[in-house]
């Protein structure tokens, strides 16, 4: 029986070595720049608060947070970049809710949404605007469903691309409503913003952030807050619900994750930190002013069972509007 002894011994003094070398890590991390990749175009909503959140994490860690675009397929094509990189905590994405559309909108990925990725934190939950150009016939949301009931499959609205958040907050309006507006996709805020100002399509769901000055200045009218309430960002924009269709409700929000497999001292650490700088008045201040929405972290835990909840969520709405996955 002494052997048995001896490799329980042996057993425990691996895992305090263990325990020792990850703390270690932990008290080392991070050493050298850390690289933020999230997946929509520069400028949008998920590139400014990428920009916010490096600001206030790379004053927090001491090191530099380099934000890097991939944008392309809905925030996939940087999801997949994150899931591959090396899981030492030196690559972090920044998602958002179309990172858990992409489980209800594609017959595959080449990561899982939930199990490849060690969740951080959430960071803000924000509301989408339905908008048209100015000159446009519809002055309502009521407007626009009524053209769109007349004559079906006529319209069209812009997104940022298939399985966005905005994509589905499009197709939720034509179930709820019992319309047709036909999906355009675009890569990135700016340029279904550009393609709706030259007359390429009449209608684009689109954030806050990027179409508050459009609105301000008159070029674009918002006809509808996705969310149950007024956002502060544009509170004279009445909501899905003001206009008749009851129980409607899309608000996305945007968290920090990192490659599925970092040392879980690592995962403590920036999540600490993230609640810190996300409670820094200053900072969360930028935020909610950013995109119009509330900052909210979460644990790593809570978020992940944010993300199950959502493909729960949308998959529904997939089947029930009879979305094609592609």
């Not at 947070?65 to 905590?89: H, L, R, T, Y």
């Not at 675009?186 to 100002?197: E, F, I, N, P």
């Not at 996705?226 to 544009?234: G, H, I, K, N, V």
């Not at 995962?267 to 201040?285: F, I, R, W, Y």
């Amino acid at each position: 029986m002494r052997w048995m002894r001896r490799l329980a011994a042996a057993g425990v003094l691996l895992g305090s070595c263990l325990a020792v070398g990850t703390a270690a890590l932990a008290d080392n991390y991070p050493s050298r720049p850390i690289r933020l990749l999230h997946g929509f175009a520069a400028g949008g909503a998920a590139d400014t608060l990428s920009r916010i959140i490096a600001d206030g994490l790379s004053k927090k860690l001491g090191q530099p947070i380099i934000v890097e675009a991939k944008p392309g397929a809905g925030g996939n094509i940087a999801a997949d970049a994150i899931a591959k990189a090396a899981p030492d905590g030196y690559t972090l994405g920044l998602v958002t809710g179309a990172h858990a559309i992409s489980a209800a909108t594609y017959k595959s990925l080449s990561y899982q949404p939930a199990e490849s990725f060690d969740m951080i934190s959430t960071l803000v939950y924000y509301a989408l605007v339905i908008a048209v150009r100015n000159d446009y016939p519809a002055k309502s949301l009521g407007d626009l469903i009524a053209m769109a009931k007349e004559k079906p499959g006529s319209l069209s609205f812009g997104s940022v691309g298939f399985g966005s958040t905005h994509h589905l907050a499009g197709e939720l309006l034509n179930a709820t409503a019992g319309i047709e507006i036909v999906h355009v996709p675009y890569r990135g805020d700016a340029q279904s913003v550009t393609a709706l100002l030259g007359g390429e399509v009449p209608v684009i769901v689109g954030t806050p952030v990027l179409l508050a000055p459009q609105i301000q200045s008159g070029a674009i009218r918002g006809l509808a807050v996705t969310s149950p309430t007024r956002t502060a960002l544009l509170p004279d924009v009445p909501t899905v619900q003001e206009a008749g269709i009851k129980g409607y409700d899309v608000r996305t929000w945007a968290g920090l994750l990192a490659p599925k497999g970092i040392p879980p001292a690592i995962v403590a650490a920036l999540n600490s930190a993230t609640l810190e700088v996300l409670g820094d008045p200053e900072l969360k201040q930028r935020l909610e002013t950013a995109v119009g929405g509330e900052v909210r972290g979460s644990s790593p835990e809570e978020m992940k069972k944010l993300i199950a909840t959502e493909i729960s969520k949308w998959s529904g709405v997939v089947e029930r509007a009879k979305i094609p996955k592609i």
